[in-house]
């Protein structure tokens, strides 16, 4: 059963408490990427060899392939997956900007112009489930950004090919080019290029230690949206909540892998209690009960606290990923959340709404970086440069003002780049 504690009894650093990977793979990833840039497709093919147990010959999936998964597709099944992006083109579309100008002084011209980033790689896990609502969620957003290429790179299965309906997704999604490998050779094959895979500018997507790890040394060669850690979820629910709908949605969590977070805070001892209970019982019935039971034992908890305000404050504190909101009144529970990375509101709206179908993303800030960090969105595909005009007359007025400042800092230079500008014309 799930361990139960109450709030103001037990130190507050041990209710934040996440579990952590412990291992050092640093060396191991920096390995991976010294080999591939060394060896480029030899080295992809030899690490889906070793890694993947799949035989590599072109690491490029034809266009054709792309073009059959989706023929082939299972009609209804077609038309979920087609919705469902439709609904995330609708909410990404409103998340688009545009640049500005400012020339409200004399001479004076001053703005932003929007650039999409053209070169975008998209890393889809393959791992112990196909996820292609991640095809979706992370190459739709791009797509709408303008980038000019989109690459999606994910790991072969055992008889070289990755999953039709990852494929399928990916026409759906508008991705112009798949390549068959993954894992941090996978990130190293973006960042640096090789024979077949291009050279990215901007790498997105989960994944697992050695991706992440990857993507943290790759950094700066290339941009990346995140470090994406385990996958965290937060219930803040009270009394009128129904036990087994608390249950499932933690377990929606749950049942990602080991490491995965799953809390949940109540004022109602009574639901704190049922919920323990239901969770054993759902467990005996999930395909992934080993996963989640380990899971719930090495991150889960349920929290006691004298009320939701009390249950908000905390979760402002844990910053989760995904933040339920099973009360009376959700919105106004909204007002005071400070630190997630996506809300759901009310007792109709788990998790996996967001996961799969209503629109918003589902590639989210993990462990407690809600603080500071957003979920993916049209934003993390453009750039935004700005840019400056002055007229003679406009730099005339200015061009004093400007060398005080930087006499004031001790750059000369910088004073006389702006005075030589008022001297007369040499030329």
């Known amino acids: 059963m799930m361990k139960i504690l109450k709030a103001g009894q037990v130190p507050l650093s041990e209710i934040l408490a996440r579990a952590e990977?412990?291992?050092?793979?640093?060396?191991?990833?920096?390995?991976?990427?010294?080999?591939?840039?060394?060896?480029?497709?030899?080295?992809?093919?030899?690490?889906?060899?070793?890694?993947?147990?799949?035989?590599?010959?072109?690491?490029?999936?034809?266009?054709?392939?792309?073009?059959?998964?989706?023929?082939?597709?299972?009609?209804?099944?077609?038309?979920?997956?087609?919705?469902?992006?439709?609904?995330?083109?609708?909410?990404h579309q409103r998340q688009v900007q545009n640049g500005f100008t400012i020339s409200e002084k004399s001479g004076v011209v001053l703005g932003q112009k929007v650039t999409p980033i053209e070169k975008v790689g998209v890393y889809i896990p393959g791992g112990t489930a196909p996820l292609p609502s991640t095809v979706l969620m992370d190459c739709i957003p791009a797509k709408i950004a303008g980038c000019s290429e989109i690459m999606m790179v994910s790991p072969p299965a055992c008889g070289g090919d990755i999953a039709p309906i990852i494929l399928a997704a990916a026409r759906i999604a508008g991705v112009d080019r798949v390549f068959r490998c993954g894992g941090a050779q996978a990130v190293a094959a973006l960042a640096y290029g090789t024979e077949s895979v291009p050279r990215a500018d901007k790498i997105v997507g989960p994944g697992n230690a050695f991706v992440a790890e990857a993507k943290r040394q790759v950094f700066g060669r290339v941009g990346i949206d995140m470090i994406a850690g385990p996958s965290d979820i937060l219930v803040i629910a009270d009394a009128a909540s129904d036990s087994r709908h608390v249950a499932a949605d933690l377990l929606s969590q749950a049942e990602h892998d080991r490491d995965a977070c799953a809390v949940l805070i109540t004022d109602s001892p009574v639901l704190a209690q049922a919920v323990s209970k239901e969770i054993e019982e759902q467990l005996a019935r999930l395909p992934r009960m080993e996963i989640a039971?380990?899971?719930?034992?090495?991150?889960?908890?349920?929290?006691?606290?004298?009320?939701?305000?009390?249950?908000?404050?905390?979760?402002?504190?844990?910053?989760?990923?995904?933040?339920?909101?099973?009360?009376?009144?959700?919105?106004d529970c909204l007002a005071q959340v400070k630190n997630a990375g996506?809300?759901?509101?009310?007792?109709?709206?788990?998790?996996?709404?967001?996961?799969?179908?209503?629109?918003?993303?589902?590639?989210?800030?993990?462990?407690?970086?809600?603080?500071?960090?957003?979920?993916?969105?049209?934003?993390?595909?453009?750039?935004?440069?700005?840019?400056?005009?002055?007229?003679?007359?406009?730099?005339?007025?200015?061009?004093?003002?400007?060398?005080?400042?930087a006499r004031l800092e001790g750059l000369e230079g910088h004073a006389r780049s702006a005075l030589v500008r008022m001297e007369g014309d040499t030329t």
């Open 21 to 91: 990977d412990q291992r050092d793979i640093s060396g191991i990833v920096a390995g991976i990427i010294a080999e591939v840039r060394k060896n480029g497709d030899a080295a992809l093919r030899r690490y889906a060899k070793e890694f993947d147990h799949a035989d590599i010959d072109a690491l490029e999936v034809p266009g054709e392939q792309l073009d059959k998964a989706l023929a082939d597709l299972e009609p209804d099944l077609r038309a979920v997956l087609e919705e469902a992006a439709e609904n995330i083109r609708a909410f």
């Open 342 to 405: 996506s809300i759901f509101l009310g007792r109709s709206s788990p998790e996996a709404l967001g996961d799969y179908f209503a629109g918003a993303n589902h590639t989210l800030p993990t462990n407690g970086t809600a603080r500071f960090a957003s979920a993916l969105s049209v934003e993390d595909f453009v750039k935004k440069s700005q840019f400056t005009y002055y007229g003679k007359d406009a730099m005339a007025d200015a061009a004093d003002k400007i060398a005080r400042f």
């Open 293 to 331: 039971r380990a899971s719930l034992a090495r991150s889960g908890k349920i929290i006691l606290t004298k009320d939701i305000p009390e249950a908000v404050r905390i979760a402002n504190a844990l910053a989760p990923e995904h933040l339920e909101l099973c009360v009376d009144n959700p919105f």
